[in-house]
Structure formats: C-alpha cells, structure tokens
C-alpha cells in the first residue's frame, strides 16, 4: 500500500518531523511513551518502526498495527504521535523512529532488569578473600547503533541508613547487554553486618535502580574457611 500510495502522489505526501522524540530509560514493565509532533503539507502519510520493523502505519486518519499486536498504541491529536508501549521487556529495548516519506528522527529506548550481587565463590576460601559480583542486565540499540548512545552505568557502596559510601572499584565490564562490575574483599570478622549495595542506572534521562544485601560473617572450622552469607535488604 505505501508503495501504492507514492507512486500515485509523489509530491504532495510530505511531512516535517517538528518535535522528535526523546531517549527514554525504564525498567521492566513500566509503560512509556514516545512523542512525535509532524506537519503535512498535504496528504498526512507517517509511520512508527522498532528498530527495522514497521510497528504503526497512519494514512488519512487510517491506522494499521501489526497482526495480532497489542503491545503499542499511537495516540493521534493533532500534529502529535505518541507511542505508548505497554510492559516493555529486555527484547524491547531498542531504537524506534518516527518517520514520514521524506524524514526520519530516532530515540532509543533502554530498559533495566533489576541488578543482582553474587558471591564468587559462594563461600570464600583459603585465602579468606571473597569476590562480589554485581550483574544488570539491559536492553537498548542494536550492537551497531550503540556507540551512539550512553550506555548504563554501575556502582557499587556500602550503605548505612540513607547514606550511601561508594566503593572505588575499576569500571564495569560489558558483556553483550550485561554490565559486571566486582568488588574484591577480605572477608573478616569487620564485615558483619554490614551493608553493600549495587546502583545500576542511566544519567540521561536519570534512571535508577538498587539493590542491597546485609553481609553475615561466622568463622567455621571445616575445610579452613570462613563463613560469609548475604541477605537480602
């Protein structure tokens, strides 16, 4: 039909992208939009895509979704298309464009899985020294998009009421859509009861999410190692 359509009116389907839209972060589940504002000279001819993938069509106050697609809704008032995507996952992650026949503006959208801190190993060995793990989990842009973008950011603290002390530890690593950051300690008794936390985020749009573990320490005396155990907070 779009092909249809531009052979038929080849000049006088256009629209300007006025207002594109802005990059979004959010974490699973938290539905978010996108806003488009276009101008038509004429015939009003635009489209929504997720990444490649045509998502929304618009002609003439027709509207076309994908089969059986029940994930995006646009609302049309006036200039503005807003997509509104419903429970977004990892998968949708990614760029999405607001597009006429002659422009095309994109934003990416990145959403966060909730972090998590693993011990490595699960008990600490002879040396007494233990490796806390934090891993997020993120999906955003495809692999070549994404040089273009911020990417998530990760660190690690100590917490004590609201007050949280930051740990300075190298820079994450990435690995594919997972970011790893680790914090190596000696594990004595001084560790009791303390508090670490992981903050796993985006600075622009500012997004954050947290998670914390209370540290428990008990010496053992089976196989010379110490007993360290986390819970969460």
Not at 11 to 23: A, E, F, H, Y
Not at 69 to 85: G, P, Q
Not at 135 to 144: A, S, V
Not at 168 to 197: F, R, W
Request: proline share 6%.
């Amino acid at each position: 039909m779009y092909l249809l359509l531009s052979l038929l009116l080849p000049v006088v389907i256009q629209g300007t992208v006025v207002k594109k839209p802005n990059n979004i972060t959010t974490a699973i589940g938290e539905t978010v939009a996108f806003e488009c504002e276009v101008e038509f000279d004429n015939v009003k001819l635009m489209h929504w895509y997720f990444e490649e993938k045509q998502i929304y069509y618009y002609y003439q106050g027709y509207t076309e979704y994908p089969e059986g697609e029940i994930k995006y809704h646009v609302k049309v008032s006036e200039k503005k298309f807003t997509l509104h995507i419903r429970d977004p996952t990892l998968k949708d992650g990614g760029l999405y464009t607001c597009s006429t026949v002659v422009e095309a503006q994109s934003a990416a959208l990145f959403v966060l899985d909730k972090p998590i801190i693993v011990l490595i190993p699960p008990n600490p060995v002879e040396n007494n020294t233990a490796v806390f793990q934090c891993r997020g989990h993120f999906g955003g842009p495809q692999q070549k998009h994404m040089s273009n973008y911020e990417l998530p950011y990760m660190k690690m603290f100590f917490a004590e009421g609201q007050r949280h002390d930051y740990i300075p530890v190298e820079l994450p690593q990435i690995d594919g859509n997972t970011l790893i950051q680790e914090y190596n300690s000696t594990v004595n008794a001084s560790m009791d009861g303390l508090t670490l936390g992981c903050e796993f985020g985006m600075n622009n749009p500012r997004t954050i999410s947290f998670i914390k573990l209370n540290i428990l320490y008990a010496p053992q005396n089976i196989d010379c190692n110490s007993g360290l155990k986390t819970s969460l907070v």
